[in-house]
């Protein structure tokens, strides 16, 4: 039983303090609702008033550690942190983890109210405190299982888009991610799916050459309507002897027409899955052209990233030139705004009034750009959106073993890397009747330069013609014919993605 104190106060063996009387007890009530609160904020605070010192000094140091163990994470080993951000193990423990945590709060939450409770309470006193301890239950319950939640999501979409093990499935060696090899090449796609469309056609095609060790990048692309360019050796080399020329009316032989071919004829990369046979030939047949090793690709569906945009809420772009898109012939307006999934889309995609190499230097422009603007609390606010929008819309070999590694190169680039980009369009190459040898020539120049130059170093951009024509024959720099109209000499030599990309 209780034992009268002095001062009014007593001490009981029943997990409440005693009312300092009847009429007191209301008041006890907000006293105790106020020490529930800031022990919801301080674990240990109710315990340490109630005089129960060595589990308040407990939770107190519990929640101390908890706090410092947290900062010094994310300010000494962000690095780490980030780099465990992206193996679906440790975020299925980081899941449970966070689901350990919240119960152990809520507990907490609980107990202080009820060893801080008074008695005497009428019944709507104590349903007012029941409510109220349930409402700090459910504010700390809400956070802990939307970081939950988001983190369940996140894996998914993760395990969705990288599988396990390379290509063939074999383990990946992880203490060597590139193999031993001074850059890794990823190959950039922009599948230009469409619903009046079968297939898909990649109509934009990049090889990103990145030097391992300064993250130095070297960007070389390819124009969608390249010919009379070899298949690799093998089943699709012995189809097309002397060059592709694609299958009738419907495929005349475009460099962007190889991935669908491939998944439409499966014998011509035997042994390879359906949606991975376009990739697969597709590799190889850039990795000919270019005399370059393509170790991974990276696939992005135009269509899902206008899902994408609008999942970040827009991408700011400036637009240097009014720009006509869609059937209706709407009009993107020079200037500076935030552009609509829609309107970002066509934006890359439009050919009116303008052609190909124009449309490719702008879907570098908005690639760019969506990767300046994806800011964190962008991507926090919008995840689950964003989350679902990259699942349909992204596609790729990279295996998820070397995602970290990837993850600290993608730190390198960032840090002030420096990033060049070479198109291979008219007037430095005919694409009806490519010079391969200088294609070849002028990559491996690109790629061995790349990080050369001093960091800063700027390089005026050349942009070529806006009436190039596919069939312009291709002329060394500064080299006219005699007798012709002077133009601008064609770029053959790496520039600086920022320099050519309004801002």
């Known amino acids: 039983m209780a034992s009268r104190l002095a001062g009014g106060r007593a001490q009981r063996d029943d997990d409440t303090l005693p009312r300092d009387g009847d009429g007191a007890a209301e008041g006890g009530l907000q ?15 109710a315990h340490l008033w109630a005089g129960r010192r ?45 689901l350990a945590l919240g119960l152990v709060w809520v507990t907490v939450v609980i107990r202080s109210y009820q060893i801080v409770r008074p008695d005497g309470l009428s019944t709507g006193a104590r349903t007012v405190g029941a409510v109220t301890v349930a409402l700090l239950c ?39 991610p590139w193999n031993g090899q001074p850059r890794v090449n990823v190959l950039l796609l922009g599948g230009d799916a469409a619903p009046n469309r079968v297939g898909v056609r990649t109509d934009s095609m990049t090889l990103a050459s990145v030097d391992t060790k300064t993250g130095d990048t070297v960007l070389l692309g390819l124009p969608r309507n390249l010919e009379s360019f070899h298949l690799p050796p093998g089943p699709a080399r012995d189809r097309f002897p002397y060059g592709f020329t694609g299958d009738g009316a419907g495929t005349p032989g475009l460099l962007n027409e190889v991935y669908q071919y491939a998944e439409e004829h499966p014998d011509l990369v035997p042994g390879v899955t359906k949606n991975n046979r376009g990739p697969e030939l597709l590799k190889a047949t850039i990795a000919g052209i270019l005399q370059q090793r393509v170790d991974y690709y990276i696939l992005v569906d135009m269509r899902g990233f206008a899902d994408i945009v609008d999942a970040v809420g827009g991408v700011k772009m400036t637009i240097p030139e009014d720009i006509l898109y869609s059937r209706e ?7 500076t705004r935030t552009l609509s999934g829609k309107e970002a889309l066509w934006f890359g995609r439009s050919r009116t009034n303008s052609d190909d190499y124009t449309r490719m230097g702008r879907q570098k422009c908005i690639m760019r750009a969506i990767a300046k603007q994806a800011d964190p609390q962008t991507v926090l606010t919008k995840f689950d959106k ?20 990837f993850v600290s190169l ?29 294609i070849r020539k002028l990559s491996a120049q690109a790629v061995e330069s790349s990080g050369a130059k001093p960091s800063g170093t700027p390089t005026a951009p050349t942009s070529p013609p806006a ?35 309004p801002s």
């Open 329 to 335: 012939n709407r009009v993107l307006k020079a200037g």
């Open 138 to 176: 459910f504010g700390v319950a809400v956070p802990v299982t939307w970081a939950a939640h988001n983190t369940y999501v996140y894996k998914d979409a993760l395990t969705s888009i990288f599988r396990t093990g390379d290509s063939n499935g074999r383990p990946v060696n992880t203490a060597d």
């Open 386 to 405: 964003l989350a679902t929008a990259t699942k349909r819309a992204i596609s790729t070999d990279i295996p998820q073993e070397l995602l970290p590694a």
């Open 410 to 438: 993608s730190s390198k680039v960032k840090s002030g890397a420096q990033i060049d980009s070479l198109q291979f369009v008219p007037p430095l190459i005919s694409t009806g009747n490519p010079d391969f040898g200088l």
């Open 31 to 45: 006293r105790a609702l106020g020490l529930t609160l800031a022990s919801a904020l301080v674990w240990g605070v």
């Open 54 to 98: 060595m589990v308040g000094s407990i939770l107190l140091g519990a929640f101390g550690l908890l706090i410092i163990a947290g900062t010094v994470t994310a300010v000494v080993f962000r690095p780490d942190l980030i780099r465990l951000a992206v193996q679906p193990t440790w975020l299925s423990a980081f899941a449970l983890g966070i």
């Open 467 to 501: 009436s190039g024509s596919p069939s312009a024959t291709p002329t060394e720099s500064g080299n006219a014919s005699p007798g012709a109209t002077t133009t601008k000499a064609p770029q053959s030599k790496p520039v600086s993605l920022d320099a050519t990309c």
